[in-house]
């Protein structure tokens, strides 16, 4: 059983669990409504670009469908080229989250990605927009390569968080750069989501395992051939990632060591 202390803390909410979950790919409706009730998710991210700009006009639409008491939406600027694209979508994700009725949510995933080839962050754009939109009010997660120097400089902006990519979205690569993902871990103030290019529950581990503060994933969950039952192995891979790092793993030795001892049991008593 997790520690029912150990929140994760985003600006000014706290939240017990520490797996996000995206809402793309899912073959249908009710295999993502169905995932994120079996990942115990709190944080639900909707790219805002899928989303009619007034929920009202569909009650049958998705975002009616789930239930807003028990989830915190992150509203995310992905298809944003530029800065001033990211900036507009981000406030109509606070207009979204009104109409669920979480008047309060000023959160935003900021993704600002100009190459449409390989879908890497833009460290320029995403700073350029990251400094207004913490200055309007928003709490800003934005999403960035494993850039241990950018991280601080965001951190350094008033964003609540960093979000480095494991390895490229929706590539199902796991963690390619995990030297300067414990970079960013160890220097950061504010926690470190992991995000993008985790494929499987074991890497959603270690992710934790480096001391990361969450993950969020959305492709292995939604991809993968029963996603319900994935997104139950994500959370529990998280949960156990989170539980292995608070433990502190056994230091690695050269030579083999006995686990039980050679005196006869006897001579022990």
């Known amino acids: 059983m997790m520690n029912s202390l150990d929140k994760l803390k985003i600006a000014n909410k706290v939240f017990s669990s520490r797996l996000m979950l995206g809402t ?14 079996k990942s115990e998710c709190e944080i639900v991210t909707v790219a805002i670009r899928r989303l009619p700009t007034n929920i009202n006009r569909d009650n049958a639409s998705f975002l009616n469908s789930l239930n807003w008491k028990n989830l915190w939406l992150l509203p995310n600027t992905a298809g944003s080229q530029t800065a001033e694209e990211a900036i507009r979508m981000a406030f109509l994700g606070h207009e979204l989250a009104c109409q669920i009725g979480q008047e309060d949510n000023f959160f935003v995933k900021l993704e600002v990605i100009s190459d449409p080839k390989y879908l890497l962050p833009d460290p320029i754009g995403t700073l350029k927009a990251a400094e207004f939109l913490v200055k309007k009010g928003f709490t800003v997660l934005p999403y960035i390569n494993a850039d241990p120097m950018l991280a601080l400089h965001l951190e350094d902006l008033g964003c609540a968080t960093v979000m480095p990519l494991g390895s490229p979205i929706g590539s199902g690569q796991g963690l390619t750069n995990i030297t300067n993902l414990q970079i960013i871990i160890e220097n950061a103030s504010v926690p470190v989501i992991i995000d993008a290019g985790i494929g499987t529950p074991s890497e959603a581990a270690m992710a934790m395992e480096l001391g990361a503060d969450g993950v969020l994933l959305n492709t292995a969950v939604a991809q993968s051939k029963n996603p319900e039952k994935m997104a139950t192995a994500m959370n529990l891979a998280v949960k156990a990632g989170r539980l292995a790092f608070m433990a502190g793993r056994m230091e690695k030795k050269q030579y083999a060591i006995a686990s039980s001892p050679r005196t006869h049991i006897s001579q022990i008593f």
Do not use: W
């Not at 790919?25 to 009730?37: C, M």
């Open 24 to 37: 793309g790919k899912y073959k249908t409706v009710t295999n993502a409504i169905d995932s994120i009730v």
